[in-house]
Structures are given as C-alpha cells and as structure tokens.
C-alpha cells in the first residue's frame, strides 16, 4: 500500500534498520481482532535474532519518520532516565519483607520505566469504559490545547477532545527494550485469547492493561501511605485505648504479587518527543524551518503564544543542532506550498521557501542542518516539540 512505502522509505532515508513486517498480507481474526498481529509480534520477540538487550520499535504502516533512529534511541533513554526517577520520588523503593531491615540505598525503586507508548487524545475504548477515565492526566496544562474554529478541522471543532492533552493510551506506537516487551506481549496475548476482554480488539486490551497498572500503582501507594500513618499511631502514647486508623482508604484487598502482575512499567510520551499520533491533533502542528524568522512566529504567532499561555521562543530542540541530516531531502515546491497553505502562513513564507530552494540549488554540497529542513512541529507543547515520527492511522 501508499501509506506502508511511505512508513518504509521514509525509515531506509532516516537510517532505521531494516524492519520485519508482522502478519503482512494476513487475514486478520475476524472474532478476536488484533490477536494475530499480536501473537505474531510475540513469536517475532521470541525469535533467536532479538537479544534482551535488543531496542524494539513497533509502529503501524501509517507511520512516517522524521528524525534518524539515533535520536529516537538517545529520546528514548534520555525519557526512561527522567520518568523513572520520577516515579522513584513518588512510589519509593521496594519496602522491606521477612523482617529485613535494609537502607533506601539498598533497596531496589518499587517502579521503573520499560515502554514507552504514544499518547493520543482519543481512548481506544468506548468512552463509558472504566480504561478511559482511570488513568493519569497528562502533565501538561490543559489551557494550552484549547484553539479556534480556524484553526481544527469541523471534525475535531465537534470533538471536545481535541482541546485536551493527550493522554490516553496509543495502541499501535511503541518502544522499549525486548527483555520488557516478552512479559507484556505474553500476558496481551494471554487476554486476547483466552479471556472475554480479548473478543473486543486488541487497542480496548491493550489500554485496559494500562488503565489497571495504573490503578494498581495509585492503591499501592495509597496501602504505603496507610501503613505508614498506621506505624506512627501505634508508636505513639494515646488515652484513646479505641483508636483505629484504617490501612486502606481504599476499602481495597491488596495482595502485592497480584499488584505486581499489573505492573510493565507503561509510560506515555505526553510531549510528543518520538511519537505524535496525529488524531484528533491536526490544529497542534505547524510545518517550520528553524532558521527562518518568520517560520518561527508563526507557530505559533505572538497572539497565538499569548492564547496558548505559552512564554517561551520556540527553538529548534538541542539534540537536533549536532545531529547529522538524512543523505538526501527531496523538496517539492506544490507540496511545500499545500502544507503552508494549511498551516496558516503567509506570502512572505512562500517567498522564503524560493529563495532558500535556489540557495541550496547553487550549492548542493554544503551540509544541511535540520533548521533548514521544513519540520512537523507540535507548537501547543511548551518551547514546541519535533517528533521523530508521525502516525496518520
């Protein structure tokens, strides 16, 4: 198809390594949908050719790339390293069993971060589904997603949740080291095939995984919380001989192998560094060459930035300054002025495109850097953020 080329060449151009296409060509189950994608993925992941060690990014064929793998990867590291000293300041470390009594520094953190999924605004799920509503916020302010008529699609004016942050689960965009992705793919497996959640699709199993990880790590932390006012009631001298401090506010059974089943350590890529899924989201792109002024202003422009609450220039994103472009970029003069004439701008940008284009005509052998390429960039998120790719699905 069209769009599996685009997702192909565009992966070759920005040095991927060569990809494995699962249950292409293949009927899909018709009473279990998605199982076989997802059986077929699993085996993939217990193939001799995939080491533990082994980065593993799983996208759809409506996916194109935009950044070199090795920004992917250093994004990748550089956002597990963040959320999972995040969630060791919120969750803690392991507590102690069997009367152990080991420092923090010995003990290992309760969670740590394995995959990262996209976000997106729309839940895979039928919105009364409890996987819809249980799962966190995104951190990003929510005022900053609200936008004009002018500037969504009638579709996404109608649609409320196009002026949200994303924050649901994206099915089908996904990283993480193989070693992570064996347990998670063995339990979707598991659902899709044996229980009655797994009759709905594999998208309604998937964010129902994370909807529970999520409910279990929020009853976890609050049986740590109980527990440890619990500790210092019962230490503590009273004349009240009937005090009782509940453990559990919850009213919830906590066992804490059944909590940890719950656990793959999900996290979402809120600020769209790698993944941008593209539903729903279309009024938050802006198509901008770095190094041009008046590219900058306009995403957003200085009355937009104030709308958005937005207080800080938008600059191309540090890793990208010193990272080599693709060998070739090919520069369309129709499509370059179809996808600014649906970004909003101006003549003077049109004009800045001629120009830069005979520039680059004169000397095609001085190196380009990434400010001169024209770039997807999500202009709601803070300071902006360049996704590595983009899904159209």
């Known amino acids: 198809s069209v769009n599996l080329c685009k997702t192909l060449l565009s992966a070759a151009i920005l040095n991927y390594p060569p990809p494995t296409l699962i249950s292409y060509g293949e009927s899909p189950d018709s009473e279990r949908p998605g199982m076989d994608v997802v059986k077929n993925t699993f085996s993939f992941l217990l193939g001799k050719e995939v080491h533990d060690d082994d980065l593993v990014l799983i996208v759809d064929k409506d996916t194109i790339f935009q950044l070199p793998a090795s920004v992917t990867i250093s994004r990748f590291l550089h956002t597990s390293q963040d959320t999972s000293s995040k969630l060791l300041s919120k969750y803690g470390q392991v507590p102690n069993t069997n009367g152990t009594n080991l420092p923090n520094s010995q003990r290992p953190p309760k969670y740590t971060h394995k995959?990262?999924?996209?976000?997106?605004?729309?839940?895979?799920?039928?919105?009364?589904?409890?996987?819809?509503?249980?799962?966190?916020?995104?951190?990003?302010?929510?005022?900053?997603?609200?936008?004009?008529?002018?500037?969504?699609?009638?579709?996404?004016?109608?649609?409320?949740?196009?002026?949200?942050?994303?924050?649901?689960?994206?099915?089908?965009?996904?990283?993480?080291?193989?070693?992570?992705?064996?347990?998670?793919?063995?339990?979707?497996?598991?659902?899709?095939?044996?229980?009655?959640?797994?009759?709905?699709?594999?998208?309604?199993?998937?964010?129902?995984?994370?909807?529970?990880?999520?409910?279990?790590?929020?009853?976890?932390?609050a049986s740590s919380k109980s527990n440890r006012l619990a500790s210092v009631f019962t230490n503590t001298k009273?004349?009240?001989?009937d005090t009782s401090i509940s453990t559990n506010p919850l009213n919830q059974t906590l066992d804490a192998d059944r909590i940890q089943n719950y656990e793959f350590g999900i996290s979402l890529?809120?600020?769209?560094?790698?993944?941008?899924?593209?539903?729903?989201?279309?009024?938050?792109?802006?198509?901008?060459?770095?190094?041009?002024?008046?590219?900058?202003?306009?995403?957003?422009?200085?009355?937009?930035?104030?709308?958005?609450?937005?207080?800080?220039?938008?600059?191309?994103?540090?890793?990208?300054?010193n990272a080599p472009p693709p060998p070739f970029v090919v520069l369309d003069?129709?499509?370059?002025?179809?996808?600014?004439?649906?970004?909003?701008?101006?003549?003077?940008?049109?004009?800045?495109?001629?120009?830069?284009?005979?520039?680059?005509?004169?000397?095609?052998?001085?190196?380009q850097s990434w400010s001169s390429f024209p770039l997807w960039t999500n202009t709601r998120v803070p300071t902006s953020s360049v996704p590595a790719m983009l899904n159209f699905h």
Do not use: W
């Open 269 to 321: 890529d809120y600020i769209n560094s790698i993944f941008q899924a593209m539903q729903s989201s279309s009024a938050d792109i802006e198509i901008i060459r770095f190094y041009q002024a008046s590219d900058v202003i306009k995403g957003p422009s200085k009355s937009q930035a104030a709308l958005y609450k937005i207080k800080r220039s938008i600059h191309l994103p540090a890793d990208l300054e």
């Open 115 to 221: 995959i990262l999924f996209g976000a997106t605004k729309s839940c895979s799920s039928p919105l009364d589904d409890p996987a819809c509503h249980s799962i966190p916020e995104s951190p990003l302010p929510k005022d900053i997603y609200s936008c004009s008529p002018s500037q969504a699609s009638q579709t996404e004016v109608e649609n409320e949740e196009v002026n949200h942050p994303p924050h649901h689960i994206s099915p089908s965009l996904l990283i993480g080291r193989a070693s992570s992705l064996r347990p998670f793919y063995k339990h979707l497996s598991e659902l899709l095939e044996f229980s009655t959640q797994g009759k709905k699709s594999s998208q309604q199993t998937i964010a129902q995984i994370y909807s529970e990880q999520e409910q279990a790590r929020v009853l976890s932390l």
């Open 333 to 367: 003069k129709e499509e370059d002025e179809e996808h600014i004439s649906n970004s909003n701008s101006n003549e003077n940008t049109t004009s800045s495109l001629d120009e830069s284009r005979k520039n680059n005509d004169e000397d095609t052998n001085t190196p």
């Open 238 to 241: 009273t004349n009240q001989e």
